[in-house]
């Protein structure tokens, strides 16, 4: 009986990968979707023997099928809240309570990855259709060639190298918005930065500034002055329109000035201050 057993769950398992186990029309609601796991949910978990090997198969096919749809969702409507449960458990860590049943029958067919995990095959499939169906390395020159480095008289901080790096990047992978909002960011961290270097603020007895403790007006003016302080404050007010949801869907010009400027407006700040 047991070794009966063991064959029928290496049989429905070993089926995930010869594409017997069909995985769930794309045309079906994602809501549905999320439902039909539930179910397989509560039937690995409660279901006896028999159902248990014939349900293990479906259940890794459509866990991994949800997974799929999951990755190109930014958001989801489900009403039912059991069934956005199953969604938020099988997109983060937390995993499913009959994930554990799962993974136990998926080593005995000498399994050695994770059952949830792509694989090799799959990752290449969705890579086909998420990824380089809309991007390719052509984009992605094209866009870093269209940003320049900043440029100063003597090395940047880590933390400000970082950032301009991840404008560049988001601006090179189409994300406007982000590269508009983190040109801010960098002002700022460049601002902290010319703080430190220049000891603008008085030390405390820890020897640590707490940056936290002045306002961005505090801030702007210890380090500006004159047309560069308005420049400045101009450039800042005009990012802050994406932070504060005033202002959506940048266009990539805009993304690229707003860059621009901000790299001026750097090196203007960090030439002032002697650095």
């Given at each position: ?51 248990l ?6 259940y ?6 949800l997974q ?14 059991d ?46 259709k ?14 870093l ?18 950032l ?22 960098v ?89």
């Amino acid at each position: 009986m047991i070794w009966e057993f063991e064959q029928s769950i290496r049989r429905n398992l070993a089926d995930c990968h010869t594409g017997t186990v069909p995985l769930p029309s794309s045309e079906m609601s994602l809501q549905h979707d999320a439902m039909r796991l539930a179910e397989l949910v509560r039937a690995v978990v409660e279901g006896n023997v028999e159902e248990l090997a014939a349900s293990a198969g479906a259940y890794i096919a459509r866990r991994k099928h949800l997974q799929a749809r999951l990755l190109d969702e930014s958001a989801a409507s489900v009403a039912d809240a059991d069934v956005a449960q199953v969604l938020r458990k099988i997109s983060t860590g937390d995993g499913l309570p009959s994930d554990k049943v799962i993974e136990r029958l998926w080593a005995q067919i000498g399994e050695s990855n994770e059952f949830h995990e792509f694989d090799e095959q799959e990752i290449e499939q969705l890579g086909s259709k998420l990824f380089y169906s809309w991007f390719s390395h052509h984009e992605y020159i094209t866009g870093l060639a269209e940003l320049r480095p900043l440029i100063l008289r003597a090395p940047i901080s880590e933390s400000v190298s970082r950032l301009v790096r991840q404008v560049k990047d988001c601006y090179a992978f189409q994300q406007y918005d982000a590269a508009y909002v983190l040109c801010r960011i960098v002002i700022e961290a460049s601002i902290r930065d010319i703080c430190v270097r220049r000891q603008l603020f008085p030390d405390r007895e820890d020897n640590v500034i707490l940056f936290a403790k002045f306002n961005w007006g505090e801030l702007r003016d210890k380090v500006s002055w004159g047309p560069v302080r308005e420049r400045l404050q101009n450039l800042f007010s005009d990012l802050c329109t994406v932070i504060h949801g005033r202002k959506t869907a940048i266009a990539r010009d805009e993304a690229r000035k707003a860059f621009e400027e901000t790299l001026q407006v750097i090196e203007l700040l960090y030439a002032e201050h002697g650095l």
